[in-house]
C-alpha cells in the first residue's frame, strides 16, 4: 500500500484528457529557463557531465542534456527546468536555449518541407528502429500508442516494417553494429520520407558520442525533419512534436 502511495505522489494522477494543453503529473523535467543571475560559468560547464552547457553567455543544448536537474540543483537562482514538454524542434539549432530567452518553441516552417504537410499530414506511419539504444525512449515511444496519449487518433501509427512507412525514428546513439541495419531501414522507406531522431542519444551521441563503438556518419547526407529530445523522451514530447510537424491540432 505504501508503494502504491510512494507511486502517485511522485507520478500524478496518469489521465491526460488533452494531449496538447495538459499539465505534466509527477517530476518531469522539460524546458529550461536561464535567468541574469551571476553565477560561475564555467564551473557550471565542469558540473555537467554531458558536456551539454556552454557559456558567456550561458546556453543548454537540449539535443545533449540528459535532463539530470543537477545544473539547477547547484543554481536554483540562474537554471530552473519548466513541465513544458513541448521542446521538439525542426533544426538542431532550435533545441539550444540561451540564458534570458525564455519563449516557448515553435518550429521553423521555413525548414519543414512543403511535401511532409501536403502527403502526410492526415496520416502518417513511422517505423522505430533502435540503433543501439537502452529501451528507454524505445518503451515510450510504445507507450505514446497507449490510452493515455492514443497517437493512433492523429492517424499516426508505428508500423513492422520500412517498407510500409513514410519514415523511420531512430532511437540510441547508433552503434556500430548497427548503423548498416538503420541504413537498410532507410534506404527501404519510400520517398519521401520522413527522418526523426528521438531521444538524447540519437540526437548527440550523448554519454556515448566518443565512443569507437558508435558510427554516426550515417547521418551525415539526411535531412532530419524533427529532433525530439529527452532521456528518455516523454511520449508528451513526441506526439506535440510530431503533429507540430505536420501542422495538426488536437482534435
Same mark, same amino acid.
Given at each position: 500500500?505504501?508503494?502504491?502511495?510512494?507511486?502517485?505522489?511522485?507520478?500524478?494522477?496518469?489521465?491526460?484528457?488533452?494531449?496538447?494543453?495538459?499539465?505534466?503529473?509527477?517530476?518531469?523535467?522539460?524546458?529550461?529557463?536561464?535567468?541574469?543571475?551571476?553565477?560561475?560559468?564555467?564551473?557550471?560547464?565542469?558540473?555537467?557531465?554531458?558536456?551539454?552547457?556552454?557559456?558567456?553567455?550561458?546556453?543548454?543544448?537540449?539535443?545533449?542534456?540528459?535532463?539530470?536537474?543537477?545544473?539547477?540543483?547547484?543554481?536554483?537562482?540562474?537554471?530552473?527546468?519548466?513541465?513544458?514538454?513541448?521542446? #521538439?524542434?525542426?533544426?538542431?539549432?532550435?533545441? *539550444?536555449? $540561451?540564458?534570458? @530567452?525564455?519563449?516557448?518553441?515553435? &518550429?521553423?516552417? /521555413? =525548414?519543414?518541407?512543403?511535401?511532409?504537410?501536403?502527403?502526410?499530414?492526415?496520416?502518417?506511419?513511422?517505423?522505430?528502429?533502435?540503433?543501439?539504444?537502452?529501451?528507454?525512449?524505445?518503451?515510450?515511444?510504445?507507450?505514446?500508442?497507449?490510452?493515455?496519449?492514443?497517437?493512433?487518433?492523429?492517424?499516426?501509427?508505428?508500423?513492422?516494417?520500412?517498407?510500409?512507412?513514410?519514415?523511420?525514428?531512430?532511437?540510441?546513439?547508433?552503434?556500430?553494429?548497427?548503423?548498416?541495419?538503420?541504413?537498410?531501414?532507410?534506404? #527501404?522507406t519510400p520517398d519521401p520520407k520522413?527522418? *526523426?531522431? $528521438?531521444?538524447? @542519444?540519437?540526437?548527440?551521441?550523448? &554519454?556515448?558520442? /566518443? =565512443?569507437?563503438?558508435?558510427?554516426?556518419?550515417?547521418?551525415?547526407?539526411?535531412?532530419?525533419?524533427?529532433?525530439?529530445?529527452?532521456?528518455?523522451?516523454?511520449?508528451?514530447?513526441?506526439?506535440?512534436?510530431?503533429?507540430?510537424?505536420?501542422?495538426?491540432?488536437?482534435?
Amino acid at each position: 500500500m505504501l508503494k502504491a502511495f510512494k507511486i502517485w505522489f511522485h507520478q500524478g494522477k496518469q489521465y491526460i484528457p488533452d494531449v496538447t494543453t495538459t499539465d505534466v503529473p509527477g517530476i518531469f523535467r522539460g524546458r529550461p529557463e536561464i535567468t541574469d543571475a551571476k553565477v560561475d560559468e564555467d564551473a557550471l560547464c565542469n558540473l555537467c557531465p554531458m558536456d551539454a552547457i556552454s557559456a558567456h553567455p550561458l546556453r543548454i543544448d537540449l539535443g545533449r542534456c540528459s535532463f539530470c536537474g543537477e545544473c539547477a540543483f547547484a543554481c536554483p537562482g540562474k537554471i530552473r527546468f519548466t513541465k513544458d514538454y513541448k521542446i #521538439a524542434h525542426n533544426t538542431r539549432e532550435g533545441l *539550444i536555449v $540561451a540564458e534570458g @530567452d525564455n519563449k516557448p518553441f515553435v &518550429l521553423d516552417a /521555413d =525548414s519543414i518541407r512543403s511535401e511532409i504537410r501536403r502527403l502526410f499530414g492526415r496520416s502518417l506511419k513511422l517505423r522505430q528502429v533502435s540503433a543501439g539504444g537502452d529501451n528507454s525512449c524505445e518503451m515510450e515511444l510504445n507507450a505514446t500508442g497507449n490510452v493515455n496519449f492514443d497517437i493512433g487518433r492523429f492517424g499516426i501509427d508505428f508500423v513492422a516494417s520500412p517498407r510500409h512507412a513514410d519514415g523511420i525514428v531512430v532511437t540510441g546513439p547508433i552503434s556500430e553494429n548497427m548503423a548498416a541495419p538503420l541504413v537498410d531501414a532507410y534506404n #527501404a522507406t519510400p520517398d519521401p520520407k520522413i527522418v *526523426i531522431l $528521438a531521444g538524447t @542519444d540519437a540526437i548527440s551521441g550523448g &554519454l556515448f558520442v /566518443d =565512443s569507437p563503438a558508435i558510427d554516426r556518419s550515417v547521418l551525415k547526407d539526411w535531412h532530419i525533419d524533427l529532433y525530439v529530445p529527452g532521456n528518455p523522451v516523454h511520449p508528451l514530447t513526441f506526439v506535440n512534436g510530431v503533429l507540430s510537424l505536420l501542422g495538426r491540432k488536437n482534435r
